[in-house]
């Protein structure tokens, strides 16, 4: 029997590679996104259903669950995947900026988790999938409020995997680095404030060099690999690095000290 995956923010970049793989490798997928109607060739694929979820509308998860139960017949594996970046210097972002950032990328991906843990915890099985960054793990300028939301996703789900290890729920965490999607443009909000030039040389100095690692990085097929890989490898690990030289970028991090590490930071985005 076909196992089942549901997918969230599946309309476009990684969540719409991740979405094509588990589909290619014979699972039933719930492709969820806030628009399906504007991306009805997911639909058309073999075993796939694109429910509407919007992670900000706890009634439009529990939707989407239960359809996709009652379509396919149960849930394997939860992608937490929608999320987008809130860019710009800190002191020109407004609270609204900021709330619908964690709404996003915090609050969004708890509440698709505990409305799918009672499934899992009938069924004694599940795969919680949290795709946060290696953003989680270091910081760049710019993106102050989007890391925040990426080490609150890390903190989450490393101590989440304890509570449910009784129930034969396992939690992975899936460290994207740069990947070349529309992340660096449709994905993004830019925080702007009338009359506040003081950053203006920061900000010049500092988007190219932000955009061009996107430019550079890698297609979002590698990281539906990894999240591929998370989801059925069968093991307890935590944590998997995925593209743009993740991997290499987490162990210098890992290794550095803070002033050797903000030394090279500066040096690849400042200057």
Wanted: proline share 5%.
């Amino acid at each position: 029997m076909a196992k089942t995956v549901l997918i969230t923010g599946a309309s476009s970049g990684i969540g719409a590679a991740t979405v094509k793989k588990f589909q290619a490798e014979g699972w039933n997928v719930a492709a969820t996104m806030r628009t399906p109607e504007k991306h009805p060739e997911l639909a058309q694929l073999d075993r796939v259903i694109c429910p509407r979820l919007d992670v900000n509308d706890r009634a439009s998860i529990e939707s989407a669950i239960a359809q996709t139960i009652d379509h396919f017949g149960t849930i394997d594996v939860l992608i937490n995947n929608a999320g987008y970046a809130l860019l710009g210097p800190f002191e020109a972002t407004d609270p609204e900026q900021i709330r619908k950032q964690f709404d996003t990328n915090v609050f969004g991906l708890m509440e698709a988790s505990r409305a799918i843990l009672p499934h899992f915890r009938e069924k004694n099985a599940g795969i919680l999938v949290n795709v946060a960054s290696i953003g989680g793990k270091m910081a760049f300028p710019l993106y102050s409020s989007y890391h925040a939301t990426k080490w609150a996703v890390e903190g989450f789900s490393e101590a989440l995997q304890y509570e449910l290890e009784e129930f034969n729920i396992r939690v992975k965490i899936i460290e994207p680095g740069p990947i070349k999607t529309d992340f660096y443009g449709r994905s993004e909000d830019v925080a702007q404030k009338e009359g506040l030039t003081a950053y203006d040389r920061i900000v010049a100095k500092v988007v190219p060099n932000l955009k061009k690692a996107g430019a550079t990085g890698s297609p979002p097929e590698v990281t539906a690999n990894v999240i591929y890989k998370a989801a059925t490898d069968g093991s307890k690990k935590l944590r998997y690095p995925a593209g743009g030289n993740a991997g290499l970028l987490l162990l210098l991090r890992r290794l550095s000290r803070d002033k050797h590490w903000s030394t090279g930071i500066r040096a690849a985005t400042m200057r």
